[in-house]
């Protein structure tokens, strides 16, 4: 399963969604589409929004492309397999594949950057998952969005919207 901690400076964080923390600190950051609107249809803007989602939504988006890559962004994370928004949308760019982000936490701060990518960060639904814990949604979602419950890596890739492979480095795109 994913390791959905990091350290960063003394504290912890990933352990708790913080969904609560965001809403309420800065809730014009946070869209939670309709029924009726496709998570597709929403485009980034300049100003950053945080498209709440479940797996089953951004599964039907991600059969729209050839080439997918969904990137398990934790926004504080400083390791080894982190890396940049931006250089991961040039890395996806130059290669063709569709880039879709999506924090595994919410951080308000972090989440209020303007990053150079195509589209807007997404963040689990935890309330749709009714849970807080950043494990038991997180497994949830992947598996609504994959179908499998053994993956590994801050990567999951899809071809024709089919799951292919997880993996913890660019470089396997």
């Given at each position: ?122 963040g689990i639904d935890v309330e749709y998952y009714n849970s807080s814990k950043t ?11 994959t179908s499998r419950s053994d993956m590994a890596g801050r990567f999951i890739y899809f071809e024709d ?13």
């Amino acid at each position: 399963m994913f390791c959905t901690t990091c350290s960063i400076k003394g504290s912890f964080q990933g352990l708790y969604s913080y969904y609560s923390k965001t809403k309420s600190e800065a809730p014009q950051l946070l869209i939670v589409p309709d029924t009726s609107t496709l998570l597709c249809e929403i485009s980034k803007s300049d100003t950053p929004r945080i498209v709440v989602i479940n797996g089953s939504i951004l599964k039907e988006c991600i059969k729209a492309n050839k080439k997918a890559v969904v990137y398990l962004w934790a926004p504080k994370c400083k390791g080894k397999f982190c890396y940049s928004l931006n250089f991961l949308q040039q890395k996806c760019d130059a290669k063709g594949v569709a880039l879709y982000i999506v924090a595994e936490y919410y951080d308000t701060q972090l989440m209020q950057i303007n990053h150079k990518i195509s589209k807007p960060i997404s963040g689990i639904d935890v309330e749709y998952y009714n849970s807080s814990k950043t494990s038991k949604y997180l497994s949830k979602f992947i598996y609504d969005l994959t179908s499998r419950s053994d993956m590994a890596g801050r990567f999951i890739y899809f071809e024709d919207g089919i799951f292919k492979k997880s993996f913890e480095s660019i470089e396997e795109i």
